[in-house]
């Protein structure tokens, strides 16, 4: 895999059923996340490797559920 790359503070458009866009800034290891429901939640200490996983599922909202919600503590965004 290609090695993470921030997107600065611009989201990543995805396709999924749960998910409308991703960021990551590699430097925090921080993973922000917009919801179909509209929330903004920022995953904290999440690994460049995670990031990559995520961005490369078939499922992102399984790969959320199963590799990133309840593993890492997050914080909602504004």
Do not use: C, W
Request: charged share 30%; aromatic share 12%; proline share 5%.
């Amino acid at each position: 895999m290609a090695a993470a790359k921030s997107t600065g503070n611009k989201f990543i458009p995805v396709e999924s059923e749960m998910i409308v866009a991703v960021r990551y800034l590699p430097d925090a290891q921080h993973l922000d996340v917009i919801f179909r429901t509209g929330d903004k939640y920022r995953y904290l200490r999440v690994p460049p490797l995670e990031f990559e996983g995520l961005m490369s599922a078939k499922s992102k909202g399984q790969y959320m559920h199963k590799r990133i919600l309840g593993r890492f503590e997050y914080e909602r965004l504004e």
